[in-house]
C-alpha cells in the first residue's frame, strides 16, 4: 500500500476520538432509547457527514489550512475559544454525571480530578503526532473495552428492545438544529484545525483522514447506541427543567446489576473518550494560542507572561466550575450543547465563507448579539415544548454570518462608500505644549503624536561650503529623540535601568539644504512596533523651504547584564502608550489624555 494513504488512515483514530466528546459519547446513548434507531440514524449521520465535509473542503489543493488558519485564527480566536470551552464543559460534565458519580456515587470527585490532571499533563507534554500516535493505542483498548461492556451488559439486562422509532415533538423540532450544528461544528474546533495543518505538513491527504476519521467516528457512535440498547430506558433521569434524559442509563444498568467486569471495562471506555478529547483540546489551543501571542503587537504582552496567557489552563477551570454548576442544579447536557446550534452559528457560517473566498465581513459582537437571541429561543422551544422555536433558532442564529453569505455567492456586491468633506472649522486644533528655553533659541513639545524639536541652527552648524554640515540632522533627531524619551520617561536612571535602549537601524532621505538662522523643525513620532522593535518615523522642516528630509530609525531593547534581546519593558509601554499610532488597536489617547493622567 502506498506510503501517503498509510500516513492519512494513521489519523483517524485521533481524528474520530478528538470529535467524540461527551456530546457524541453519550448524546448518542439518549437519542436510541429517546427516540429509537431511526432518531440514532437521524442524530448519527448528519455528526459524521460533518466531519467528513470539513476535512474534503480543507483538503482541497487549492486550499492550505496553514495559510487559512494563519489569517481567521486572530479575528475568530474568540470562536474557537467558546466552542473548546464547551467542548470541555461537555466532557466534563458528561464523565461525572453520566458515567463516573452514577458508578461510584457523589464522592468520587478525587476520581475526576485525577483524570482531568491526566489528561491535560498528556496536552502540555506531548505533541500532535505523539497524539496522533498515543490515540491509536487508546482506540484499540477504548474498542475492547465497549465491546467487553456490550457483551456483559447484553447477557445480564433483561431490558425490552429498542422501538425503531419513537419521533416526539423534541425529535422534529431538532431536526434543523442538528443538522445546522453538526455540519459546522468542526469548523469552530480549533483541534480539527490543527490535525488538517499537520496532515497536510506530514505529507498526509486531509481527504482520506477525515473520510476515514468520520467513518470510525459513525462506528464508535453505533457501540455506544448498542450499549444504549442493552441497557435499556430504565435509566431514564429528570433534569430540574422537568425534561426526562437517558444518558446515564448504560451506568445506572451496571450500577444496578452489579456488573463488576462490564462496568469496570464501561470506566476504561469513558476515560479514554474524556482524556483523548482533553488531551487533544489542551494540545491544541496552547498551539493556537501560542501562535497568536508570538505574533501579538499589543503592548499589555509587557505586563502579562505570553505562556500564562496561551495556557489551556483557564479554560479548564472554567469548564470544570460550569460542569460542577449543573450537576449541582441537576440541569442536562443539553444546556451545554446548545450553543453549537445557536450561539456560534453565525460566527462559524462566516468562517466557512471566508475559508471559501468570501470577503471578511465578520461582526463578532452582531454575530454574538444575535446568536444569543437564537440560543434564548432554542431554550424557550426545548423547555415547552414549542418544535418551531427549536427549528427557527439555528436559522436565526445564522443572520450575523447573512452578508458574507450573500457574497459568497455572489449577490451582494462591494459596497463603495464616499467620504464626504470635512469642514476645517471641525477638524479638532490639537495645541502645541512648549517649554521655551531662551538661551538656545530651542522649544519642544506634543502637536497630537507628534513631537516637536524647534531650533535655529547657527554658524557652529554649518560647514566650509556655509550650508548646515550633513551629520547635524542626525544628531538632531537624536537630541529630538532623547528630549521625547525624557517627556515620557522623567525618571528613567541609566545608573538603576535594568534595560538599554539600542538603536537597531536608522536612515534618513536627504531631501534640501538649510542654512544658519533658518528655523527648523524636527517632529518624531512613533510609527509601529511589535513585541520587540520600536520604529519611529522623523521628519524635519524647515519654515522657509518646506520639508528637508525624512527618516526612520528601529529600536531594540536589551537586559544591563548579557545584552540579550528583550520584549518592550513595561515602563516602555506606560511611558509611551498615549502616542501608539492612532491606527494601532492599542492607542489611548492623545497627548493631553496622558499630561491628565499624569497630573
Known amino acids: 500500500m502506498p506510503a501517503r494513504p498509510v500516513r492519512s488512515l494513521a489519523w483517524s483514530p485521533t481524528i474520530a476520538l478528538s470529535w467524540l466528546w461527551g456530546l457524541g459519547f453519550f448524546y448518542a446513548i439518549h437519542v436510541t432509547l429517546t427516540n429509537g434507531w431511526l432518531g440514532f440514524i437521524a442524530f448519527a449521520i448528519p455528526n459524521a457527514v460533518g466531519l467528513g465535509l470539513f476535512g474534503w473542503i480543507l483538503g482541497s ?104 422509532a419513537a419521533f416526539d415533538e423534541r425529535f422534529y423540532g431538532l431536526a434543523i438544529p442538528t443538522l445546522v450544528g453538526f455540519l459546522l461544528g468542526p469548523w469552530m474546533d480549533i483541534q480539527q484545525w490543527q490535525r488538517a495543518v499537520e496532515i497536510r505538513r506530514s505529507g498526509g491527504s486531509v481527504r482520506v483522514a477525515y473520510a476515514s476519521g468520520a467513518a470510525l467516528f459513525f462506528g464508535l457512535l453505533v457501540v455506544n447506541a448498542l450499549l444504549a440498547g442493552a441497557a435499556g430506558p430504565a435509566g431514564t433521569v429528570t433534569a430540574a427543567d422537568g425534561v426526562p434524559g437517558a444518558q446515564p442509563a448504560v451506568a445506572l444498568a451496571i450500577a444496578r446489576n452489579h456488573l463488576d467486569g462490564p462496568g469496570l471495562a464501561f470506566v476504561i471506555w469513558t476515560v479514554i473518550a474524556a482524556v483523548s478529547t482533553i488531551d487533544s483540546f489542551y494540545c491544541a489551543t496552547r498551539w493556537m494560542m501560542t501562535s497568536i501571542t508570538t505574533r501579538s503587537t499589543s503592548p499589555l504582552m509587557a505586563f502579562v507572561p505570553a505562556g500564562l496567557v496561551a495556557s489551556p489552563v483557564w479554560i479548564v477551570l472554567a469548564a470544570l466550575v460550569t460542569a460542577a454548576a449543573m450537576i449541582r442544579l441537576n440541569l442536562s447536557l443539553i444546556y451545554l450543547m446548545v450553543p453549537f446550534a445557536t450561539l456560534l452559528v453565525g460566527a462559524a457560517a462566516c468562517l466557512v465563507c471566508e475559508t471559501l473566498g468570501a470577503p471578511r465581513r465578520y461582526d463578532p459582537v452582531l454575530c454574538a ?83 516637536v524639536l524647534r531650533m535655529i541652527p547657527t554658524y557652529d552648524d ?35 535601568t535594568d534595560f538599554y535602549v539600542l538603536t537597531k537601524s536608522f536612515t534618513h532621505d536627504f531631501r534640501r539644504e538649510a542654512v544658519e538662522f533658518e528655523p527648523i523643525t524636527v517632529k518624531i513620532k512613533i510609527a509601529n512596533h511589535n513585541r520587540k522593535f520600536v520604529t519611529l518615523a522623523h521628519e524635519i522642516h524647515s519654515d522657509l523651504h518646506g ?43 492623545t497627548a493631553e489624555t496622558a499630561a491628565i493622567a499624569r497630573a
Not at 547584564?561 to 501608539?580: A, C, M, N, T
Open 547 to 589: 520639508l528637508l528630509g525624512r527618516g526612520e530609525q528601529s529600536l531594540m531593547f536589551v537586559d544591563t547584564v548579557h545584552y540579550r534581546p528583550l520584549d518592550i519593558p513595561r515602563s516602555i509601554v506606560e511611558g509611551f502608550l498615549p502616542y501608539w499610532p492612532k491606527t494601532s488597536p492599542h492607542a489611548v489617547g
Open 61 to 164: 489543493p487549492r486550499i492550505d489550512p496553514a495559510k487559512v488558519l494563519s489569517s481567521v485564527e486572530g479575528p475568530y480566536a474568540g470562536l474557537f475559544l467558546a466552542c473548546q470551552f464547551f467542548a470541555v464543559a461537555i466532557t466534563i460534565f458528561g464523565f461525572a454525571a453520566y458515567a463516573w458519580m452514577p458508578l461510584f456515587g457523589t464522592n468520587a470527585a478525587l476520581g475526576i480530578f485525577v483524570v482531568i490532571l491526566v489528561a491535560c499533563s498528556i496536552g502540555h507534554a506531548i505533541s500532535i503526532r505523539g497524539l496522533k500516535k498515543l490515540h491509536i493505542a487508546y482506540l484499540v483498548l477504548g474498542l475492547v473495552a465497549s465491546l467487553t461492556a456490550l457483551y456483559g451488559l447484553w447477557n445480564a439486562s433483561d431490558a425490552p428492545p429498542t422501538p425503531l
Open 462 to 496: 554649518t560647514n566650509s561650503v556655509g550650508n548646515v554640515y550633513f551629520a547635524n540632522y542626525v544628531r538632531w533627531v537624536g537630541k529630538a529623540r532623547e528630549m521625547f524619551f525624557n517627556i515620557c520617561m522623567p525618571k528613567f536612571d541609566l545608573k538603576t
Open 369 to 451: 448579539m444575535i446568536g444569543l437571541t437564537a440560543c434564548l429561543i432554542f431554550l424557550a422551544g426545548h423547555v415547552a415544548p414549542v418544535p418551531a422555536f427549536l427549528a427557527v433558532a439555528p436559522l436565526i442564529g445564522l443572520i450575523g454570518a447573512l452578508p458574507m453569505i450573500l457574497a459568497l455567492f455572489g449577490w451582494q456586491k462591494e459596497e463603495t462608500r464616499e467620504i464626504a468633506p470635512v469642514a476645517e472649522a471641525s477638524v479638532p486644533k490639537v495645541a502645541v505644549v512648549t517649554v521655551t528655553r531662551e538661551e538656545v533659541g530651542t522649544s519642544h513639545g506634543f502637536d497630537g503624536q507628534w513631537f
